[in-house]
């Protein structure tokens, strides 16, 4: 018994390991995408979004929402696997990590209560 708990508790380690490595660069890449935001680089901005997120904003694109996008920067990220929130003093952002890095699946995103965020750009 003692050995599976021994077990269990090193994958622990190993998985809160992985995500603390992995949060600065979704922090990075979160900061990437205010930073866009703010300086009117929809091109850049957008590259950033995952597909679902930019698909859903239609045929105008990101372009007219990112004055949505609060652009206070970013100053945290919290990784569970491939999941990620960043967080700023004005709002939250949310990423999923892709083969080909991270990629926000949610921006400008308020709480409305204790488990729902309302968001500007995709979203939970």
């Known amino acids: 018994m003692q050995k599976v708990i021994g077990v269990v508790a090193a994958a622990l380690v190993s998985v809160a390991a992985c995500g603390a490595a992995d949060a600065p660069d979704a922090q990075v890449t979160a900061q990437g995408f205010v930073t866009a935001a703010a300086t009117g680089a929809a091109v850049e901005a957008c590259a950033l979004l995952a597909p679902r997120a930019r698909d859903a904003l239609g045929p105008a694109g990101c372009s007219p929402v990112l004055p949505e996008v609060p652009h206070a920067p970013v100053v945290?990220?919290?990784?569970?696997?491939?999941?990620?929130?960043?967080?700023?003093?004005?709002?939250?952002?949310?990423?999923?990590?892709?083969?080909?890095?991270?990629?926000?699946?949610?921006?400008?995103?308020?709480?409305?209560?204790?488990?729902?965020?309302?968001?500007?750009?995709?979203?939970?």
Do not use: K, M
């Open 76 to 124: 945290s990220a919290s990784v569970w696997g491939d999941e990620a929130q960043a967080r700023s003093a004005a709002d939250t952002l949310f990423l999923h990590e892709f083969p080909d890095g991270w990629r926000i699946t949610g921006a400008g995103c308020h709480l409305r209560n204790e488990q729902v965020y309302d968001c500007a750009i995709g979203g939970r």
